[in-house]
């Protein structure tokens, strides 16, 4: 079942600065609509980020954003989720438009994906209780409303993970950390003007090299209920 768009959150992406590609939510007094907490967790490619995200979700009954987002995008543009996958989270030049929109009739331009992006984003993290993976989801969403977490890992670290659990040889896992590291880099700085490194971005950094994912998920649960005091109510009920 496809999510339905508020007429706040379309008045939100209206009020977004087309122009220059900044994305980020218009000062709408728009705070206070947000009540329910949310979790947005950016990740660099090997440091566990994506099962860290879906542990948590599970232990608080949350709704894990991921495969959702490039399937409402789809519904709304009308394309194949192939196509909108293909885009996902990456950097796209003018040109790059100009040229596929010729030779791809599929094709869905950078300005339309990413207002719809942050659309959708903006709706799960309005309807709370989820956990929003990647896409620049904390630089859109309204921080103070959700507990944003960032996972890391040592480079070598994750070169050896992709190596041991994605069957990549040493020269390809290191090739393709580059490629999806520089992609969502640059996704980030193009459209949110942002640098998804910095730390103040971020409620939480976690270095996976000393927690697994169980205590990495632990140590999330236990910052939300910290910054979000009423939760502690809230998870003894799934004890």
Known sequence: MGIHYYPLINK??????LKDKSFLP?????????VKPYITVSREPGSGGAPIARLVAEKLGFN???EQIVREIAKSTK?????????DEKKRSAI???????LNEDYVDDLKYVSELVRVLLVYAHQGHCVLLGRGANFVTPFAHGL????????????QRSIDYEGYTKQQAKKRIAEVEKERREFV???FNKNMT?????????NTTAFDIEDSRDVIIKAFCHKFKRMDRYLALLK
């Open 26 to 34: 218009a000062e709408l007094s728009i705070e206070e609509s947000f």
């Open 64 to 66: 894990l954003v991921d």
């Open 148 to 159: 944003h977490v960032r996972i890391t890992a040592p480079y070598q670290v994750r070169v």
């Open 198 to 206: 910095k730390s103040n971005s971020y409620d939480l950094t976690i």
């Open 79 to 87: 394309k194949r989720k192939e196509v909108i996958r293909a885009i």
């Open 189 to 191: 700085k193009q459209y």
């Open 96 to 102: 790059d438009d100009m040229v596929q929109s010729l």
């Open 12 to 17: 939100i992406v209206k009020g977004l600065n």
